[in-house]
């Protein structure tokens, strides 16, 4: 009888703690398996051996291969030989020995335990498959890998065994990630995040969280990478994973770093590398010295990043790792070309561009530094290639992302290549060619809705003729490009092209920050004779005023944060102070290329009507707005009866626009509450009257629709958006209309008077009834508040609405 209790009693612990183990309580799993260990090593060695082979398991969760092989690479009782604890330690050995690139050896030992769990423990052969995938994937063998995974998949939900779904599941998204299927692989970790989350599994949680982060991230979306890292880190804090918080700490350091804030990428980098060396963790030790040495050269500190290179390499030396070393060969060329060893700068990027193993990403980094290399050596040639090559290898990337959020995103990632290029190009003196470079990195996902614009997406781009266009316009196009270094303006006239060295945006982006605070305050720039508004002017209009006559037509093409910047109410400083908008016409467009096929695509027939707006309040946090039903009228009284259609309160709702067969409407106009999602554009909404809990009209909605309007007109706050892309633009339900198809867009940058806005649609469709195209109208309705007097005469109330063209 005391044997069968001691039996029950030892079954009992290990129970509890392989389920501490799954809810992430590691540190107490590991605590109980080692006492559970040596309470029956002397009388129960069998027994014994259990606990002995749960504790490595525990220890390579931890990240502690060395420590797990030590536990159980002597001999097992012979009375174990060829059972389910002899399955688990040949398991165990065959993890360990991956994690330590012994592949052949881990190969081996897992061979055996797959066999021995075929024939003994069917209900562990789960487990098996997925340490032989996890160990494929280390040896960058990802079609074996995925069989396994498969395999184990499917014996997982056989067994219903949710906590094993879970992890193949994210195991199956890692092979997806390395093949570069970053739309699969988001797929399959948010699957494995439910079931996860949902059996509490906290272990497999932190390392979906922390993969979902680097998926992102890949994607060129830091903003929602560094929150998934964030995540994962706590989750993997919380829990005792030494080896995922290393992991994590490096990717949010990362992400820092891509955010251009290096004080808080190097405390994440210093952080993983103290926690790497104190567990031993080389391979992470050697990234996180590399991130080290990234940031030295960035500050210009050389000596410092080729010792940091130097131990990072000896790591990398003693233990090979197919991913992490090109990073370092990398680092180790940047080093070399800061120094001026250009040959042997060139041949660590070349050693990079030639592994096959090295992912899309690395090379077309590769490509871009080794241009530079042959740049600054003199031989513009060779220079020329291979920007060539990296822009090449980067749009075919880009090609086959299939989400659209996800192809919003993915230039982030590799703008600081195109900026390189035209620093080369303009450096050359070829404007031209660098103004293509630059509209190969504009507006592709809404390129890609018109299909007349397909052949803009190589080198030389087909057709491109700015001053064609810019002629048929009868615009000045002013085309702008944020750099690190040194930041651009293309002005193109229907007789010429010039481009402008402008300052970098680190030096623009406080002075447009500033200017956007100081817009909402209670003085009015133009009598406090704001100096940011000044600066701004300054900066970005005036090298170009000698093309620009007054009474002109003006094309603004932005980048980066001056999508969030109004033109118009800069400060001009001749012959008096006063607002640009007294002197010229202005509109916005993202794209060139598109305004090429501006007048191609068939517009709606001339003037019909569809007006959405003064829903019912869906919620206290959208109260009903007191102009609305004004604004209703002023806009519905321009166009005869026959020829609108009016939803209004109860009838203003999502379905009701998702059925109106919009794409029959010349003007498209909303009078609601707008909200602008930075974290998720494509959830930017337009508030309507609740139909059961709905009451949202959403970005990723309107751009399924076919809309041929020619003009859109959204009176509510955020109405253009929060978030802009490299490469894209200003992203949210501008971008989503013109996404469309809209030839035109009227929205706002940030929530304005109710009274004040009505007042001024009254005036732009008073002007558009009379034949003035938007803009001049719109530009007309602000003029008359600007000279009104006060209170809207202050930028705030007019300067938010502007005119953005389409195609």
């Known amino acids: 009888m005391s044997a069968c209790h001691a039996a029950d009693s030892a079954d009992a612990a290990y129970a509890e703690i392989s389920a501490k183990a799954q809810h992430g309580d590691i540190p107490a799993a590991l605590t109980g398996a080692d006492r559970e260990y040596r309470r029956y090593a002397a009388s129960k060695p069998e027994q014994a051996w259990r606990f002995r082979v749960l504790e490595a398991q525990l220890l390579i969760a931890q990240g502690k291969p060395s420590e797990a092989l030590a536990l159980v690479r002597d001999d097992i009782p012979p009375s174990l030989a060829k059972s389910e604890v002899d399955a688990r330690r040949k398991m165990v050995l065959g993890l360990a020995h991956g994690y330590l690139a012994e592949y052949t050896q881990a190969d081996s030992d897992l061979e055996e335990a797959e066999a021995l769990a075929r024939n003994l423990a069917p209900r562990f052969l789960a487990q098996v498959l997925l340490s032989r995938g996890i160990v494929d994937v280390n040896e960058g063998k990802y079609a074996e890998a995925e069989a396994h995974y498969h395999s184990a998949l499917e014996i997982a939900r056989k067994d219903d065994d949710v906590p094993a779904q879970a992890r193949v599941l994210v195991n199956m998204g890692n092979v997806a990630m390395w093949e570069e299927h970053y739309d699969e692989a988001v797929d399959s970790y948010r699957a494995s995040l439910n079931l996860s989350q949902s059996s509490g599994a906290k272990d497999a949680t932190s390392s979906v969280l922390g993969n979902l982060g680097w998926s992102y991230s890949m994607l060129g ?3 929602d990478a560094l929150d998934y890292f964030q995540q994962a880190e706590r989750t993997a804090t919380a829990i005792g994973l030494e080896r995922g918080r290393v992991e994590w700490l490096i990717n949010i350091g990362d992400m820092r770093y891509e955010q251009r804030d290096y004080v808080n990428a190097e405390a994440a980098y210093q952080e993983a590398l103290a926690l790497a060396r104190k567990i031993d963790y080389r391979t992470d030790a050697a990234a996180a010295l590399d991130d080290l040495a990234q940031l030295d050269l960035d500050t210009g500190r050389v000596d410092a990043a080729r010792q940091l290179n130097d131990q990072a390499l000896a790591l990398l030396r003693d233990q090979p790792d197919h991913f992490l070393t090109p990073y370092s060969h990398i680092t180790r060329g940047r080093v070399e070309d800061a120094a001026r060893n250009y040959g042997e700068a060139a041949r660590s990027f070349e050693a990079v561009i030639h592994d096959e193993q090295a992912g899309t990403a690395l090379h077309w980094e590769a490509d871009a530094h080794l241009a530079e290399t042959y740049s600054e050596a003199g031989d513009p040639g060779k220079a020329e290639g291979e920007f060539r090559r990296a822009i090449n290898t980067i749009e075919a990337a880009r090609a086959s992302v299939q989400t659209e959020s996800f192809r919003l995103s993915f230039l982030s990632s590799a703008i600081e290549f195109y900026s390189d290029y035209i620093d080369f190009l303009v450096a050359q003196g070829r404007t031209n060619d660098a103004l293509q470079v630059a509209e190969l990195g504009r507006a592709h996902t809404l390129l890609a809705s018109a299909s007349s614009t397909q052949s803009g997406f190589s080198l030389p781009i087909k057709g491109f003729r700015p001053m064609d266009t810019a002629r048929r316009m009868h615009t000045v196009f002013l085309c702008y490009w944020l750099g690190n270094q040194d930041s651009y303006l293309w002005v193109v006239t229907p007789s010429q092209m010039k481009v402008f060295t402008l300052p970098s945006q680190a030096k623009l982006d406080p002075l447009i920050q500033a200017y956007r605070r100081e817009m909402a305050g209670p003085l009015d720039p133009l009598s406090a004779k704001n100096q940011n508004a000044q600066k701004l002017y300054d900066a970005l209009v005036a090298p170009a005023k000698a093309f620009i006559p007054k009474g002109s037509s003006v094309t603004i093409l932005p980048d980066g944060t001056l999508y969030d910047l109004n033109f118009e109410a800069l400060l001009c400083p001749e012959p008096a102070l006063h607002y640009w908008i007294d002197d010229v016409v202005v509109e916005y467009a993202n794209s060139l290329v598109m305004l090429a096929g501006a007048g191609n695509e068939k517009r709606a027939a001339a003037p019909t009507l569809l007006l959405i707006g003064n829903p019912v309040s869906p919620s206290p946090e959208f109260p009903d707005l007191p102009q609305a039903p004004a604004e209703i009228q002023q806009v519905e009284d321009h166009f005869p009866s026959a020829d609108r259609k009016v939803f209004s309160r109860s009838s203003a709702t999502a379905s009701a626009f998702l059925a109106s067969d919009a794409a029959q409407y010349s003007f498209i106009h909303f ?17 309507l009257s609740k139909e059961g809990d709905s009451y949202k009209l959403y970005a990723r909605d309107i751009v399924k629709q076919r809309l041929r309007a020619n003009l859109v007109t959204i009176s509510a706050c955020h109405g253009a958006g929060s978030r802009t892309y490299s490469g894209e633009g200003m992203v949210g339900l501008t971008w989503a209309f013109l996404r469309a198809g809209a030839h035109g867009v009227i ?61």
């Open 221 to 223: 979306d830091f903003d």
């Open 747 to 807: 929205a706002a940058l940030w929530d304005v008077n109710d009274a004040y806005t009505a007042q001024l649609m009254g005036h732009l469709y008073d002007g558009m009834s009379k034949g003035a195209p938007p803009d001049v109208a719109l530009r007309s309705a602000k003029l008359a508040a600007v000279h009104g007097g006060l209170p809207y005469s202050k930028p705030f109330y007019w300067a938010a609405f502007q005119v953005y063209r389409g195609s």
């Open 671 to 687: 009078v609601a509450h707008g909200t602008a999602s930075r974290t998720s554009p494509l959830d930017s909404a337009v508030i």
